[in-house]
């Protein structure tokens, strides 16, 4: 019986959901506090849950397949990491959605995502985790719609690229059921060789998909335009990291017989790494704060996929670590942004200026979350960066190199955003500005109190959430936690980060402003080509695809409109010429008879004479 209460991750919230539907918008104190109470719920639910090794399942659903869930220590992580954050942006939501006209929807599309997120966590079918899969697909579309006019546009796109990594895992379970004859990912050990490699690639990109890595990233920009600011704290930055990843990883280390020098393995750094420069890139030169960070949640993945790809020791438990320290200081630069725009009226750089004074509390949460995701000790971040560029050292340089630039730039792009937000002069006519409320203030205030401690006694994440994903067995006995252990590389991402404050500095000097702080870069030649072309969706997989389909279309047409005019035109005219050619021979003139007669008679008797000389 104690089984059973697997399900209540899955069916508590969806139960909350459905409550908060049934309810009329005007009731939106009952809704703001059945929202939160629900997730609140969850959350001490998982605590409950946490460590526990418990396993369900229901007699088989039809065609062989049986609904299994499955906790052990990784998939209790991911739930109680989901049920955390929920819990803390729904408190933030209650505030900062307080006006929205689509508050109640969100919170029903919320609770749902934390449902299905749940039960994919915890299925061990490839089944019925695919159904939970699936099911995100639509809260995600759903969250996007409700954000305005234009987020009808986005949330297509968004739902066609999550769609095609989706079609891909499940054209990979399809092959791992044809080759291993079971569904469940516990008993799953698959070769790479072969068809096996065909498998690795399809749930990968399936994986990686989710995580929001390049190239099913494209709609993450535009979602941080279109959509609900919650919702950008929530599913980029926290749903689909946590999901992808923790996929990715039981593919890598659990489903997928892989070795370090294998070719998946060296696939898998190799998107990271692009991923990593790339979208970071993107990052430095955009021009509105929402947008900035969308790119960084882009850029973040391709760390973990990175270490995991090592698959090392320091590797694997720095793109794990990495995970969770995202999903925190991510999660909490996109509240202060929605703290900016609430009491700003705007996210646009180019309109604002000096809130350091107007938003104490919020600057600080965003200078403790900024240098998190910058890699400066002692915050969370620079001990996860530091697994993750020791593994990526140990598998090539050129994998490290990409980290180290990774850093930079995320340290340059965070110093131009935290200048010209916080610290340039004013440009906001909407003063005086005031803090943000405290229910917004509590879920920042706590996150970055865990970004500090999760770096100054990292130990503590380490040994009770990572390391024991792992074991001693693959970690090798070491344990990773307390300083890192190569001091070259400390030293080395010191000076990276002074590098990057330096060309902070020679940036505001030279424009005369922190939004233009990187100018020089964006400008620069060559580079200034590919960041204009790039920031007009050129690069854009989706917009490749569009441009494609539309040149498919327009070239069908074009073969249709063809083959009317040569049935409805060519046609007719030719038979109106052979029409008039037989009447004007057929004149009715015994003396035309005789003539073609005789020519038809002659024309025979010549073809039989050629015949008999030949013969």
Same mark, same amino acid.
């Given at each position: ?32 506090a ?64 307080r ?23 915890l ?11 699936e ?42 059921f ?5 569904? =469940? %990912? #516990?008993?799953?050990?698959?070769? /790479?060789? &072969? $068809? @096996? ?8 990109? *399936? ?13 993450i ?30 593919i ?6 892989m ?34 960070l969308?790119?960084? =949640? %882009? #850029?973040?993945?391709?760390?973990? /996929?990175? &270490? $995991? @790809? ?8 720095? *793109?794990l ?16 942004g ?37 890699g ?52 906001n ?97 060559v ?54 050619a ?8 015994y ?25």
């Open positions: 019986m104690l089984t059973n209460v697997l399900l209540l991750p899955i069916t508590v919230p969806t139960a909350a959901a459905l409550l908060i539907l049934m309810l009329p918008k005007k009731f939106r104190a009952a809704i703001d059945i929202s939160l109470f629900g997730s609140f719920l969850i959350l001490l639910l998982s605590i409950l849950l946490f460590k526990r090794n418990l396993s369900y399942s229901m007699p088989a659903l039809g065609f062989g397949i049986e609904f299994s869930l499955r906790l052990y220590h990784f998939s209790g992580f991911i739930v109680l990491a989901a049920a955390f954050f929920v819990f803390l942006i729904t408190l933030y939501s209650n505030a900062f959605l006006e929205k006209s689509y508050s109640k929807q969100f919170y029903v599309y919320l609770l749902l995502s934390l449902a299905f997120i749940n039960g994919a966590v299925s061990d079918n490839l089944v019925s985790m695919l159904f939970f899969w099911g995100m697909l639509i809260t995600l579309f759903g969250m996007i719609y409700i954000g305005g006019k234009r987020s009808f546009k986005t949330a297509t796109k968004a739902f066609i690229i999550a769609g095609v990594g989706d079609l891909c895992l499940m054209l990979g379970v399809a092959i791992c044809y080759i291993s004859g079971t569904l =469940a %990912i #516990s008993k799953l050990h698959i070769p /790479i060789s &072969g $068809i @096996g490699g065909a498998a690795f690639i399809l749930l990968m990109m *399936g994986a990686i998909a989710k995580a929001g890595s390049m190239p099913f990233h494209t709609w920009p535009d979602a941080a335009i279109d959509a609900p600011l919650p919702f950008m704290a929530i599913v980029p930055a926290s749903f689909e990291k946590l999901l992808g990843i923790y996929f990715l990883s039981r890598s280390l659990d489903i997928f017989e070795s370090p020098d294998s070719w998946a393995s060296m696939t898998l750094m190799i998107i990271g790494s692009i991923t990593i420069v790339f979208a970071v890139s993107m990052a430095l030169i955009q021009k509105n704060y929402k947008r900035l969308s790119y960084h =949640a %882009i #850029s973040q993945v391709g760390y973990m /996929i990175l &270490g $995991i @790809g090592t698959l090392v020791p320091a590797g694997i438990v720095g *793109g670590f990495h995970m969770i320290n995202n999903v925190m200081y991510k999660s909490c630069l996109f509240l202060t929605g703290a900016v725009e609430k009491q700003a009226g705007t996210t646009d750089l180019e309109k604002l200026g000096g809130l350091k004074k107007y938003m104490p509390v919020t600057f600080i949460c965003y200078v403790i979350t900024a240098a998190s995701i910058s400066v000790p002692p915050f969370n971040g620079f001990f996860s960066k530091e697994l993750v560029c020791e593994g990526a050292l140990e598998r090539g340089f050129i994998f490290y190199l990409a980290a180290i630039i990774g850093a930079f730039l995320t340290a340059a792009s965070f110093l131009k955003l935290g200048h010209a937000a916080f610290l340039d002069k004013s440009k006519g909407k003063l005086p500005i005031k803090e943000a409320p405290i229910r917004m203030l509590i879920p920042m205030i706590a996150i970055a109190a865990l970004c500090v401690l999760f770096g100054v006694w990292n130990s503590l994440p380490l040994k009770l959430f990572i390391q024991p994903i792992l074991g001693q067995e693959r970690l090798g006995g070491r344990d990773f936690s307390g300083m890192p252990h190569n001091s070259l590389l400390v030293v080395i991402t010191i000076m990276v980060l002074l590098g990057a404050l330096l060309n902070h500095r020679y940036g505001v000097k030279k424009h005369g402003s922190g939004l233009k702080a990187a100018e020089h870069i964006h400008h620069a030649p580079l200034s080509y590919i960041f204009n072309k790039a920031e007009n969706g050129y690069f854009d997989p989706y917009n490749i695809g569009l441009n494609i389909s539309y040149g498919f279309s327009k070239v069908a047409f074009l073969f249709d409109r063809a083959i009317d005019w040569v049935y409805n035109v060519f046609i007719i005219k030719v038979s109106k010429v052979f029409t008039a037989a009447r004007s021979l057929n004149d009715g003139s003396k035309s008879y005789i003539i073609w007669s005789l020519l038809a008679t002659g024309a025979v008797v010549i073809f039989l004479i050629k015949s008999m000389i030949g013969a």
